[in-house]
């Protein structure tokens, strides 16, 4: 392992020769005609990102799991990740191209399809590039790091149409919630009141370091930071100083609202039947319990407010008392989304399987299909039907989704440590924050969390313009530093700009 210095900052070996040909401005590629496929009419299948859940999807269509379909290369910043997948395919039969840079990867015509499992900050960069190269392309969630980069995804998906695009969102795959929405859509229930999606899920501290940290000599950390803020690790717990703990530092993901949650996020939506944007967001909450490195609240509330009714997301990674590590039950489950209705509610697992219960809690149906898992295989069928409608996760539901995410995440960020007191009387005009800022103190209390020494932090009440967007209103100063948030815009840098495809905005 060698020291990260300044000088390997300065080094700009990637962007000599034809790596300048991917500099992201504008079109990278042309539009190609879909790719014909293998001879035996197997979509040929490249895997980018395989340490985590990219393990899964690469054993997936090198087992034969996934009909129709083959793997044929995997791709991967860290070597020894990608040595470590190459011998798990050649132990299950399959020979794999291997590569560490992805656009190398993209210009094989021997690959049809691109399955894109690396961290949240690649996400839509990678999902133009592979549109611009011809290529089918199914991106795991969430769609982005930042709305404006989900935007320009979207708009990508729409001008090289002649490609799939399919999004990891596996519960728009589950008949169990389609039919649970059909139910609520017969009016038996009566109307929604409000629907509330939770994530809690046990997450200890990550640790405290001294400052930066060494990257791996396997790991090419230019190309594993790409669009990102090319910056030193400083964390180093279980999973080491680049793999999976970049889940809780903001230039890489959005802790765990966008990570297990917009799962959860997307469910609620799609069962409130909100479409596009909410008209305003707050959120409250902070990194309590502990002390470590990572940034990321592991106690949030974002309140989403729509028209139809509001959408509450509760995030907790503390047990349901100090030294517990069970979790917290809402209802039902730990991670689930509620749909509260006049007559009863519905509630859908992590798994995607549903039940409805009338206004006393008792079981009116269950709904156990659980086809979650035909999700991977969806997309196969898409992209050999050359139909975008067979697929389930459609792009720009995902992008609105992941949005929320962001939007939930930029309230706290511009937010201010308060008291408890404070925040009680801000949020006091809102029945939804009222009772969720109510169930989270007493969360708090049963793991010893004291608001004098550790007070939360209060959002802004943000007023949102969907057409746009962006943030707007009357308080011009809390307006301009939540849209100049790198988690509503963040273009890239160098050879890793994330191009303009739609339309500017201008705030």
């Known amino acids: 392992m060698n020291n990260w210095s300044r000088k390997d900052f300065l080094k700009t070996s990637l962007l000599g ?28 299948v490249g895997c980018v990102g395989i340490n985590a859940q990219g393990a899964g999807h690469m054993r997936d269509y090198v087992t034969g799991k996934i009909k129709g379909a083959r793997l044929v290369a995997i791709c991967d910043a860290d070597e020894a990740v ?98 649970a929405i059909a139910y609520i859509k017969s009016g038996k229930l009566g109307a929604i009141k409000w629907v509330r999606g939770t994530c809690y899920k046990p997450r200890d501290s990550i640790g405290l370091t001294t400052g930066p940290q060494a990257v791996p000599g396997t790991v090419d950390y230019d190309l594993w930071t790409g669009p990102a803020d090319l910056t030193p690790p400083r964390r180093n717990g279980g999973k080491g100083p680049i793999h999976y703990d970049w889940h809780w530092f903001w230039n890489y993901g959005g802790g765990d609202i966008s990570n297990q949650g917009i799962h959860q996020v997307d469910v609620a939506r799609w069962m409130l039947g909100a479409e596009g944007m909410p008209t305003s967001v707050q959120s409250f909450g902070g990194r309590v319990g502990y002390r470590d490195d990572a940034e990321t609240p592991n106690t949030l509330v974002s309140v989403f407010n729509y028209a139809k009714a509001p959408l509450i997301f509760e995030v907790r990674g503390l047990g349901r008392k100090k030294g517990m590590k069970a979790m917290d039950v809402y209802r039902t489950s730990s991670i689930s989304v509620t749909v509260q209705c006049e007559g009863g509610y519905v509630a859908v697992s992590e798994a995607g399987t549903a039940g409805i219960y009338d206004a006393d809690g008792k079981v009116m ?50 937010g201010a440590e308060k008291s408890n007191a404070a925040i009680a009387d801000a949020v006091k005009s809102s029945e939804a924050s009222k009772e969720a800022y109510g169930r989270m103190v007493e969360h708090l209390s049963a793991n ?60």
């Open 365 to 414: 149906q269950k709904l156990a299909a659980n086809t979650n898992g035909s999700h991977r295989q969806n997309f196969i069928n898409a992209v050999q039907a050359r139909k975008q409608s067979v697929a389930n996760g459609l792009i720009e539901n995902c992008h609105y989704s992941t949005a929320l995410c962001h939007l939930g995440n930029i309230s706290y960020r511009v």
């Open 82 to 179: 990608l040595n470590r997948r190459k011998a798990d395919c050649e132990k299950e039969g399959g020979k794999v191209a291997t590569y560490r840079d992805y656009r190398k990867m993209l210009e094989s015509k021997e690959i049809d399809a691109i399955v894109i499992a690396t961290p949240n900050h690649w996400h839509s960069l990678m999902t133009i590039w592979a549109l611009q190269a011809g290529k089918d392309v199914y991106v795991e969630k969430p769609l982005s790091h930042n709305i404006w980069e989900g935007r320009q995804a979207v708009e990508a998906a729409k001008k090289y149409s002649k490609q799939i695009v399919q999004a990891g969102t596996q519960n728009r795959s589950s008949q169990d919630i389609k039919e």
């Open 448 to 507: 010893e969390v004291d608001f004098a020494k550790t007070p939360a932090m209060l959002g802004p009440l943000l007023k949102i313009d969907g057409a746009k967007e962006l943030f707007t209103g009357s308080e011009k100063e809390i307006v301009a530093a939540a849209n100049k948030s790198p988690l509503m815009k963040r273009e890239g840098r160098g050879a890793f700009k994330v191009p303009q495809i739609g339309p500017k905005v201008v705030a």
């Open 17 to 44: 020769g034809s790596a300048a040909l991917f500099a992201g401005h504008g079109r990278l590629y042309g539009q190609t005609s879909p790719a014909a496929g293998s001879a035996n009419g197997d979509v040929r």
